[in-house]
């Protein structure tokens, strides 16, 4: 089996494959449970899902019937009681009483506190009638004016569910096949994998004058002609006085072993004979009491011992080998536990997850309802996984019925049989060419039955489409099993995915993986190999090539530049000082500054530390600058007066005019002649005398000028004077 479908078969098996396995064997069917009153469990992902929601009423009495994908059929509770304490009905999916499915109060069917009061299972050869036996309850002997001194025995129905547009009907209702059989009632899968064996018990000691009278065992079988004569086994006498030969019917899901009461009987599933009963050795009293169940492997056998007071309630669990030579010397112990309460224990139940599941509730109404699990019962010891209490499946408060139940529910146990033994070998995953898609897979030879994911029942199986293909076979009491994951070239090659588009980041690298076994490949830069190392940005193509198809997929990738970003040096100001910042930033997506500003360019002229965080689709640079503003020493503002000027138009020197760095906040330059008449009056640093006095040139000769200024950082005015030379 290829590797990579292992898990799929072994979750598969357990009822959790896509399709399921075909009609009998398909533990779907038994997927969804109710019990007690409106209690369910339906079983998702391999595990046990408490819900509420169905109509169900039942205080042991129960099955439910599931379609090879696990969608809800149709339950029943199999019959009411005369007294009025519960009335019978066969609900349909949509939880309401299905056509003809009434069972007339307690008139019709079995009991509702029948331990195994009712059992379901397709009718072999058809693909829409099912089976339904119900047995009656020891409780219908004690009614007040019962119309039933003998019990209502084993009944037979049958439902057909393509009727009433699908919701189902019962076509055949309450046929009396045994009278006087009371409680147990089980069924499994005849050796042909097409048949059932049907069992009940015939009879009581309540009816008889002798209590310690045993009566029989009657196996059935039921085929797509009908239910034909019994077989009937006479069982062992038991302890004196106690009727320890009668109790639940548990059969191995490998269909080898019958537990019934105190005894184990080997059982030959094609010819329904039961044989060499072997005493349990568990004593009976009125403090003690034995639960059963078998491990889906039929390997393992699970002891439930129960031991009631009147101040507690005490479980213990064993595991026996069924393989080892002296069974009780076997016996494992897994687990032991105590409640406060005086508690009730419901029946194990094994699950099509192949977990094993325990009710257990406190005697007092509205108590909470635990289910003790056996996660791993296939494995021995310790391994096998117990856990105590291990989900809460308490329905609420509020109800006007009492609430307490004692059994899950009775399915035929052969759904989850798991024990592949027998070597099947389907091959490889494979795939088959889109022009001829055709593959034959071929089971093992002299299998008793073969049974493919589609339905068929055929040794081979023609497969023209992709898909999961599985074969289960069966020979006497072994199965095997195998899987193949079959792909044709055009849907293989539609997997075709480079993926989404992507970035390239500077300094990094892409690479591009495809694999197709036995494909060819071409790149778009001609490279012929699986792997394609992309370095640069750019858009990359591969053409992928199986037998006569192929097809194409392209990725764009863009680079993204590396990040820049210079804030400068740290540095100092004068007071009344700024600087700009950044000097410099590269390609970016975002940024952030520390202090929260909303804007790139900044002008700073306080002291402090400044951050700012670029960012883009590779990453972020955050980068830092440290400002340190001071009061700084100024000097005193200067004016200078040159004292000789020549304007006689050579562009040298032909005007006068004082000089000066400072700004000033006020300035006046005033040129007088010797006589004290005043020729040129400026008000502005820059204001300059050209040697005119009104339009006129004037002479050569020595003249006096007069600067009062106070500059902007000066806090008074200050004058200079003196003379200057005019030369032409």
Not at 156 to 163: C, G, K, L, Q, V
Not at 286 to 315: D, H, T, V
Not at 542 to 570: F, Y
Not at 700 to 727: A, H, N, R
Request: charged share 20%; with cysteine.
């Amino acid at each position: 089996m290829s590797q990579r479908y292992c898990y799929s078969i072994l979750i598969g098996i357990f009822g959790f494959w896509a399709n399921g396995l075909w009609a009998q064997t398909n533990p779907r069917q038994a997927n969804q449970w109710f019990f007690g009153d409106g209690y369910g469990l339906i079983f998702q992902n391999g595990e046990a899902v408490p819900q509420h929601d169905n109509a169900l009423f039942t205080y042991e009495a129960s099955t439910a019937m599931c379609d090879k994908e696990g969608n809800l059929l149709f339950y029943t509770n199999s019959g009411g009681r005369q007294d009025g304490t519960a009335n019978g009905f066969i609900w349909n999916r949509a939880h309401e009483p299905m056509e003809g499915g009434s069972l007339d109060g307690g008139n019709l069917g079995g009991g509702y506190s029948a331990a195994q009061g009712c059992i379901s299972f397709k009718k072999p050869g058809t693909n829409d009638l099912y089976c339904l036996f119900t047995v009656d309850e020891f409780e219908t002997l004690t009614v007040q004016g019962n119309t039933f001194p003998q019990g209502k025995g084993l009944s037979y129905f049958e439902i057909d569910m393509s009727a009433d547009g699908g919701l189902g009907a019962v076509t055949i209702s309450n046929e009396k096949i045994m009278a006087s059989s009371f409680e147990y009632l089980s069924a499994t899968l005849h050796g042909n994998c097409e048949d059932y064996w049907v069992m009940a018990l015939s009879s009581h000691y309540f009816l008889e004058d002798d209590f310690d009278a045993a009566d029989s065992i009657y196996v059935f079988k039921q085929t797509a002609s009908g239910l034909e004569e019994p077989l009937i086994f006479p069982l062992p006498e038991g302890n004196a006085g106690v009727g320890d030969e009668y109790g639940l019917i548990r059969i191995s899901p490998d269909g080898q072993r019958i537990i019934c009461g105190r005894y184990m009987y080997a059982f030959d599933k094609w010819t329904g004979q039961v044989s060499d009963p072997y005493d349990l050795y568990i004593p009976f009293a009125a403090s003690e009491l034995s639960q059963w169940c078998f491990s889906s492997n039929g390997k393992y056998l699970y002891r439930f011992k129960e031991e009631i007071s009147l101040m507690e309630a005490r479980l213990t669990i064993f595991q026996m080998d069924l393989e080892a030579a002296d069974l009780v010397t076997s016996s494992v112990l897994l687990g032991t536990t105590t409640y406060e309460q005086v508690a009730i224990f419901g029946t194990p139940q094994i699950g099509p997850n192949g977990k094993i599941y325990l009710p257990v509730q406190a005697r007092n109404s509205g108590s909470p309802t635990f289910l003790s699990t056996i996660h791993q019962p296939n494995k021995k010891g310790e391994k096998a996984e117990l856990i105590f209490n291990d989900l809460t499946i308490t329905k609420g408060s509020g109800f006007s019925r009492d609430s307490r139940f004692l059994r899950l529910g009775n399915y035929t146990d052969h759904l989850f049989y798991f024990n592949p033994t027998i070597d099947v070998q389907l091959g490889k995953d494979t795939i088959v060419d889109c022009k001829d898609p055709l593959l034959i897979l071929e089971g093992p030879p002299g299998m008793d039955c073969y049974y493919w994911s589609n339905g068929s029942m055929e040794q081979s199986l023609e497969v023209r489409t992709p898909g999961l293909y599985w074969l289960e076979v069966r020979k006497d009491c072994e199965m095997g099993l195998d899987s193949i994951w079959v792909e044709v070239y055009d849907e293989a090659l539609g997997a075709l995915d480079l993926g989404p588009d992507q970035i390239l980041c500077e300094g990094e690298e892409l690479p591009l993986s495809i694999t197709f076994p036995g494909a060819d490949y071409l790149w778009s830069d001609g490279s012929t190999q699986p792997d394609l190392l992309v370095l640069q940005g750019g858009t990359y193509a591969v053409t992928v090539s199986l037998g006569n198809c192929s097809i194409t997929d392209s990725i764009d990738v863009r680079s993204v530049p590396e990040l820049a970003l210079d804030l400068g040096r740290d540095t100092s100001l004068c007071l009344g000082e700024t600087v700009k910042v950044p000097k410099q930033v590269g390609p970016f997506d975002y940024f952030i500054w520390r202090d929260g500003s909303d804007s790139l360019q900044r002008t700073f002229s306080q002291s402090g530390y400044y951050e700012l965080t670029i960012g883009n689709e590779c990453g972020a640079l955050t980068k830092g600058i440290r400002l340190d503003v001071e009061e700084c020493l100024i000097p005193p503002c200067e004016v200078y007066v040159p004292n000789v000027f020549s304007p006689n138009q050579d562009g040298i020197n032909d005007t006068f005019k004082a000089f000066t760095q400072c700004p000033m906040s006020s300035f006046r330059l005033q040129i007088f002649n010797r006589w004290g008449s005043l020729l040129f009056d400026g008000t502005d640093i820059d204001a300059a005398w050209d040697g005119r006095y009104k339009g006129e040139l004037l002479s050569p000769g020595v003249y006096v000028w007069w600067v009062e200024y106070q500059g902007e950082t000066s806090e008074e005015k200050k004058i200079l004077y003196g003379d200057l030379t005019l030369l032409r």
